[in-house]
């Protein structure tokens, strides 16, 4: 059982971690199976590469990430008593990825347990374990991001399986007296809650991709500047912008919308294509860890199935990634 520590003023992200399945599936692998081309889909998603798992699973991933953070932020798993997983695809209804994940890395007594909010899941869990932190009801979290899309994908489908792919990212929150997670702007449109699903009779991810492109390309900007204002800060003053990565047209076109340079806005899809809640910890991990965002100010934005958006600045410090 954890105690409950004295409220604290806030909470900053102290570590930062990813992994990637070892399998790259490119495009010319998968124009060799469905009626597509690399042309394509490099003009309509800008991804050329996604990652798939294959003889590991999504727990593997989120192990990994999860270690590498607490390396980072310098701790060690028994001092953690909140571990949160932003997934869709976890392995088993019970037990949660969470408690999985707290097992394996031999984490006491944790409070644990899985947020699906799709691929808006991963915001929605750090706003949480901020929460948890300033009321004091937790010292340390872990808040993972790890989804196996290609668990649920119809991979005859070529409008969501040229899309998809598998992956984790992690960050360890902790209690400071500086607040670095700032209020979490977060929502969702019921009328639009079926443009995407994995439901039955086949339990397979569908989406009406053109309904969803237009949301991104015209609401979530209004997300982001909802996001900044309740931080305090302006788009200029960001060292960086770290969208849900689902395709680089939408991405290209939030960023020109709020006036962010595209150097400052990850673009990781390319290489790493949409492993939803997992998608945000991730490009930002490897951003940090290849020096392209430094320490201060950085918006994350995530919107999918529900119809679910979060988005919230974090305040980085220096050498959290792994
Ligand atoms: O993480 C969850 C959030 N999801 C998203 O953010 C997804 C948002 N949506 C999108 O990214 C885009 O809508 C897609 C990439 C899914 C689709 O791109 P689009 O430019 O909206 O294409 P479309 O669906 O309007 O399809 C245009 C054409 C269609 O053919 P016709 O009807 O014009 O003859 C499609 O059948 O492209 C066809 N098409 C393909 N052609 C070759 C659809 N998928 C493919 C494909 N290869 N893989």
């Known amino acids: ?9 806030g909470s900053a992200i ?22 597509t ?42 001092q953690i008593d909140l571990i949160v997983v932003a997934t869709m695809t976890a392995p088993d209804r019970c037990p949660s990825l969470a408690a999985r994940l707290g097992a394996a890395l031999g984490v006491s007594a944790p409070a644990v347990f899985d ?36 668990d649920v994908l119809d991979w005859s489908d070529r409008t969501t399986a040229i899309l998809m792919a598998d992956g984790a990212g992690a960050v360890v929150v902790s209690a400071t007296d500086r607040p670095g997670i700032a209020p979490v ?14 439901s039955a009779p086949d339990h397979r991810f569908r989406q009406q991709g053109p309904s969803v492109f237009r949301w991104a390309i015209t609401r979530a900007q209004h997300v982001a500047r909802a996001a900044l204002e309740r931080a305090g800060t ?26 962010i340079p595209h150097e400052r806005t ?33 918006l994350l934005l995530g919107f999918g199935g529900g119809f679910s958006y979060s988005g919230q600045v974090v305040q980085l410090r220096a050498a959290s990634a792994a």
Do not use: Y
Request: net charge negative; glycine share 8%.
């Open 14 to 35: 102290s570590g930062l971690g990813h992994a990637l399945p070892h399998r790259i599936v490119t495009n010319a692998e998968l124009e060799a199976k469905l009626d």
């Open 266 to 298: 990850a673009r990781e899809v390319a290489v790493l294509g949409n492993a939803s809640a997992a998608t945000i910890p991730l490009a930002l991990s490897r951003l940090v860890e290849r020096g392209e965002i430094a320490a201060g100010p950085v």
């Open 185 to 198: 702007v977060w929502g969702s449109d019921p009328a639009l809650a079926d443009l995407i699903t994995i």
């Open 115 to 150: 947020l699906n909010a799709a691929c808006a899941g991963f915001s929605h869990a750090l706003a949480v374990a901020d929460h948890a932190i300033t009321c004091g009801a937790a010292g340390h979290a872990l808040v993972v991001g790890a989804d196996a899309m290609s």
């Open 1 to 9: 059982m954890s105690t409950l520590s004295p409220a604290r003023r």
């Open 37 to 78: 081309d690399d042309t394509w889909i490099v003009a309509r998603t800008g991804i050329a590469e996604r990652r798939i798992l294959d003889g590991e699973v999504l727990l593997d991933l989120a192990i990994t990430a999860a270690s590498r953070a607490l390396r980072r932020a310098e701790l060690t798993a028994a």
């Open 234 to 259: 302006t788009a200029a003053d960001l060292v960086g912008f770290v969208p849900h990565q689902a395709n680089l047209r939408i991405i290209t076109a939030v960023a020109d919308q709020l006036g």
